[in-house]
C-alpha cells in the first residue's frame, strides 16, 4: 500500500495562497498544484512561472498569415494578369492590407491552437484535488506528500492563513 | 466605486442566477423577435424570387439601406472590442463588468453585418465570387479593390471577435459547470473543455488573452478604416476623403458605446445585476461616448471646410446638397442627435441616471444609423451629372429586412444571456481584489 497522500488547502485571499507556496517551498516542501478563481498574479509570482509558450505561436501563425497573404495576392494575380484602373498587375499598397488581416488571422487563430495544446484542453477529465470551491470564491494549494509529512505540511499551510485542509491518499 | 460589497463567491451568485431557466415572458419576447426576423426572411426570398427591382435602388443611388446597415452594424461591432480588447491593455478596471456584454454584442453585431452584403447582391448565391479561387474564365477577385480588402477584414474580425469571446469565456463557463445540472452540465462542460483554474492553465490563458487583446487592438481599427475606404477610394464626392479611416472609427465607437447603453440599461434590471453593474459603470460608459460625439462633430465640421477650402465646385456642390438638398432633414436629425443631444452628458447628473442615458443612446443609435445613410445615398444621390440626380426611396422590402436586421441582432444578444455568463465573473473578481488592495493601501496610507 503506497504512503503518499495528498494535502488540499484552500484560502480565501490571494495573498494567502501567495505566502503559503513561498512558506511551503521555504520548509522544503513543493505546491504540486495550484487553483485559483481568477488569474492572480501573487500567487503566479510566488510560482516562479515561466512565461507561456503561446507567444512562440503566436509569432509563428502571424508570420505564415503574412506569408501566406502576400503569396496569395502576388501569386494569383502574376498567375492571373488583370489590369485595373492602370495600376501594376502585382501592386504591394493594396496587397498590404490584405497581407495584415492575414496576420493577424494567423496569429490569433494560431494562439489559441497553442493555448489549447499547452493547457491540454478538451477533455472533461477530474484533476486531482479539485473542488468546486475552487471556481467561486477559494484558492486551493494542493502538495503530494509522504504521510509522515501530512502534519507539517498542514501546519505550514495554516499559518499562511489556510481556510481548511484536508488530506487524502494520492 | 466599481461593486463596493460584494465578495467573490457573491459575484457567482448574481451571474449565475441569471441562467436559470427562462420564464414565458422571456420565450414570448425571442418568439416575437423571431416573427420579425421570419418576416425579414420572407421579404428577402421575395426579393431573391423577382429580383433587385424589388427594392428602391434605382440609378444614381444604388448602395442605400442595404449598405448603410452594413456599415451601422460593423460600426456597432468595434466598441465591443475597444471594451474588451483596447481598455483590457490600459487596466481599465471599469471595463470588467460590461466587457463581455459589449464583446458579444460586436459578434452578433458583425454576424448581422455580414447578412447585408449577401443581401445587398442581388444573387446571393454567387458571393462566393469574392473568393480568390481559380476559374474557367481566369479571373481572379482583384486585390486591388476596397470591396475585396473587405471580404478579407470583416472574415477576419469575425473570426477573431468569436475566438477572444469564447477564450474569455473558458473559465465562467467552468464555474457554471459546477453549479449546473442536467444537460446544462453537461453543455457547460463540453464548453470550458475541461477548465479546472489551475496554475499551469491561468498561465497559458493569460497569455493568450493578452496577446489577443493585442491583436484585436490594431485589427479593429483597420476593420472600420477598410470599410471606410470602399467609400473613399471611389471619386464621388463625398465620399473621397482623406479623413474618412478616422472618421468612421470615431463613429464606430460612438456608435457601438451607444448600443452597450441601450443594451445594458434594460438588461440589469431585467436580469437582476444591479449589484454588478453600478452607475459608475455606465457613468464611465458614457464619458467615453461624449468623447467620442466631440470626434465626430469635429470631423463633420473638418468635412464641411475642406470642401469649402478645396475651392472645387462638386465637392462644394455635393455639401450644400447635403445640408440643404432632398436628404437636408436628415443631415440635421443627425447633427441634432450626434452633436448636440451627447453634450447633455457633461453633466455628471444625467450621467448618473440612468432613464435619461438610455434614451440619450436611442438618440445617439439613430443618429447613427442616419449618418450612415446620409453619407452613403446622399453622396450618390448628387453625383457629378447633375442630369442623373434622383432621390431615393426605400422599398417596404427593405423596410422590413432592416427591421429584421435589429430583430437578428436582439435575438440572438437575448438568447445569449440567459444561457451564458453575460458579466465576466473572473475578471469582476479581479476588480474586487483590486479594490480590496486598494482599500487596504489606503489605509496602510492613513496617519
Request: proline residues 5%; hydrophobic residues 50%.
Given at each position: 500500500m503506497s504512503d503518499a497522500v495528498r494535502v488540499t488547502a484552500m484560502f480565501a485571499e490571494a495573498e494567502a495562497c501567495a505566502g503559503a507556496i513561498v512558506a511551503l517551498r521555504a520548509a522544503g516542501l513543493q505546491a504540486a498544484r495550484v487553483f485559483t478563481p481568477f488569474a492572480s498574479e501573487e500567487v503566479a509570482q510566488a510560482l516562479g512561472a515561466r512565461r507561456s509558450p503561446v507567444r512562440l505561436w503566436v509569432l509563428l501563425g502571424g508570420l505564415a498569415g503574412c506569408a501566406g497573404g502576400f503569396a496569395l495576392t502576388i501569386g494569383l494575380s502574376a498567375l492571373y494578369p488583370h489590369r485595373t484602373a492602370g495600376m501594376p498587375i502585382v501592386s504591394i499598397p493594396p496587397f498590404v492590407i490584405i497581407a495584415f488581416e492575414l496576420t493577424i488571422l494567423g496569429a490569433a487563430l494560431s494562439g489559441v491552437v497553442g493555448f489549447l495544446?499547452?493547457?491540454?484542453?478538451?477533455?472533461?477529465?477530474?484533476?486531482?484535488?479539485?473542488?468546486?470551491?475552487?471556481?467561486?470564491?477559494?484558492?486551493?494549494?494542493?502538495?503530494?506528500?509522504?504521510?509522515?509529512?501530512?502534519?507539517?505540511?498542514a501546519e505550514v499551510v495554516r499559518a499562511a492563513g489556510a481556510t481548511e485542509v484536508s488530506h487524502e491518499a494520492g | 466605486m466599481a461593486t463596493p460589497e460584494l465578495g467573490y463567491a457573491d459575484v457567482n451568485r448574481l451571474v449565475l442566477k441569471t441562467l436559470s431557466p427562462p420564464g414565458r415572458r422571456y420565450w414570448l419576447g425571442v418568439a416575437c423577435l423571431a416573427a420579425i426576423v421570419g418576416a425579414g426572411f420572407t421579404a428577402w426570398?421575395?426579393?431573391?424570387?423577382?429580383?433587385?427591382?424589388?427594392?428602391?435602388?434605382?440609378?444614381?443611388?444604388?448602395?442605400?439601406?442595404?449598405?448603410?446597415?452594413?456599415?451601422?452594424?460593423?460600426?456597432?461591432?468595434?466598441?465591443?472590442?475597444?471594451?474588451?480588447?483596447?481598455?483590457?491593455?490600459f487596466r481599465t478596471r471599469w471595463r470588467t463588468a460590461v466587457y463581455r456584454a459589449a464583446e458579444t454584442m460586436t459578434v452578433f453585431a458583425v454576424m448581422t453585418a455580414g447578412l447585408f452584403p449577401l443581401i445587398h447582391l442581388g444573387r446571393s448565391w454567387f458571393f462566393y465570387w469574392?473568393?480568390?479561387?481559380?476559374?474557367?474564365?481566369?479571373?481572379?477577385?482583384?486585390?486591388?479593390?476596397?470591396?475585396?480588402?473587405?471580404a478579407f477584414a470583416v472574415g477576419t474580425y469575425f473570426t477573431v471577435s468569436w475566438t477572444f469571446l469564447l477564450m474569455g469565456l473558458i473559465?465562467?463557463?467552468?464555474?457554471?459547470?459546477?453549479?449546473?445540472?442536467?444537460?446544462?452540465?453537461?453543455?457547460?462542460?463540453?464548453?470550458?473543455?475541461?477548465?479546472?483554474?489551475?496554475?499551469?492553465?491561468?498561465?497559458?490563458?493569460?497569455?493568450?488573452?493578452?496577446?489577443?487583446?493585442?491583436?484585436?487592438?490594431?485589427?479593429?481599427?483597420?476593420?472600420?478604416?477598410?470599410?471606410?475606404w470602399d467609400f473613399a477610394m471611389s471619386q464621388?464626392?463625398?465620399?473621397?476623403?482623406?479623413?474618412?479611416?478616422?472618421?468612421?472609427?470615431?463613429?464606430?465607437?460612438?456608435?457601438?458605446?451607444?448600443?452597450?447603453?441601450?443594451?445594458?440599461?434594460?438588461?440589469r434590471?431585467?436580469?437582476?445585476?444591479?449589484?454588478?453593474?453600478?452607475?459608475?459603470?455606465?457613468?464611465?460608459?458614457?464619458?467615453?461616448?461624449?468623447?467620442?460625439?466631440?470626434?465626430?462633430?469635429?470631423?463633420?465640421?473638418?468635412?464641411?471646410?475642406?470642401?469649402?477650402?478645396?475651392?472645387?465646385?462638386?465637392?462644394?456642390?455635393?455639401?450644400?446638397?447635403?445640408?440643404?438638398?432632398?436628404?437636408?432633414?436628415?443631415?440635421?436629425?443627425?447633427?441634432?442627435?450626434?452633436?448636440?443631444?451627447?453634450?447633455?452628458?457633461?453633466?455628471?447628473?444625467?450621467?448618473?441616471?440612468?432613464?435619461?442615458?438610455?434614451?440619450?443612446?436611442?438618440?445617439?443609435?439613430?443618429?447613427?444609423?442616419?449618418?450612415?445613410?446620409?453619407?452613403?445615398?446622399?453622396?450618390l444621390a448628387t453625383n457629378t451629372i447633375p442630369s442623373q440626380w434622383g432621390v431615393y426611396r426605400p422599398s417596404p422590402v427593405e423596410v422590413t429586412i432592416t427591421a429584421a436586421g435589429f430583430a437578428w441582432f436582439l435575438m440572438w444578444f437575448v438568447l445569449f444571456t440567459r444561457f451564458l455568463p453575460i458579466v465576466s465573473m473572473t475578471e469582476v473578481k479581479e476588480g474586487i481584489r483590486w479594490q480590496r488592495q486598494a482599500h487596504r493601501a489606503g489605509e496602510e496610507a492613513a496617519p
Open positions: 495544446v499547452h493547457g491540454r484542453f478538451g477533455r472533461d477529465a477530474p484533476v486531482p484535488g479539485y473542488r468546486v470551491e475552487f471556481s467561486d470564491d477559494r484558492f486551493g494549494v494542493v502538495v503530494d506528500c509522504a504521510a509522515a509529512e501530512v502534519t507539517r505540511v | 426570398m421575395y426579393q431573391v424570387r423577382v429580383g433587385l427591382g424589388v427594392t428602391g435602388l434605382r440609378q444614381p443611388v444604388m448602395w442605400a439601406f442595404y449598405i448603410t446597415n452594413f456599415v451601422f452594424w460593423v460600426g456597432i461591432a468595434h466598441s465591443g472590442t475597444l471594451i474588451s480588447a483596447i481598455l483590457f491593455l469574392l473568393l480568390p479561387y481559380p476559374n474557367q474564365r481566369g479571373l481572379q477577385p482583384d486585390f486591388r479593390s476596397p470591396l475585396v480588402w473587405d473559465p465562467d463557463v467552468a464555474a457554471a459547470r459546477d453549479q449546473a445540472t442536467g444537460w446544462r452540465r453537461k453543455f457547460y462542460g463540453v464548453m470550458s473543455l475541461g477548465w479546472r483554474g489551475t496554475d499551469e492553465q491561468w498561465r497559458h490563458f493569460s497569455m493568450t488573452y493578452l496577446l489577443l487583446a493585442g491583436l484585436a487592438t490594431p485589427l479593429v481599427i483597420s476593420v472600420h478604416s477598410v470599410v471606410s464621388l464626392p463625398g465620399w473621397h476623403s482623406t479623413i474618412f479611416a478616422p472618421y468612421f472609427v470615431a463613429g464606430a465607437i460612438f456608435s457601438g458605446c451607444a448600443m452597450v447603453l441601450t443594451l445594458l440599461i434594460p438588461m434590471r431585467m436580469l437582476g445585476l444591479e449589484e454588478a453593474l453600478t452607475a459608475w459603470h455606465f457613468d464611465n460608459l458614457a464619458k467615453v461616448i461624449l468623447g467620442m460625439s466631440l470626434v465626430v462633430s469635429y470631423a463633420y465640421i473638418s468635412e464641411a471646410f475642406m470642401a469649402w477650402y478645396s475651392a472645387s465646385p462638386l465637392e462644394i456642390e455635393t455639401f450644400q446638397q447635403r445640408y440643404w438638398g432632398p436628404y437636408g432633414w436628415l443631415y440635421w436629425v443627425m447633427v441634432v442627435c450626434n452633436c448636440v443631444i451627447p453634450l447633455l452628458l457633461f453633466s455628471p447628473t444625467i450621467r448618473h441616471r440612468l432613464r435619461a442615458l438610455f434614451v440619450i443612446s436611442i438618440f445617439i443609435n439613430v443618429g447613427m444609423w442616419v449618418e450612415r445613410f446620409v453619407i452613403i445615398a446622399g453622396s
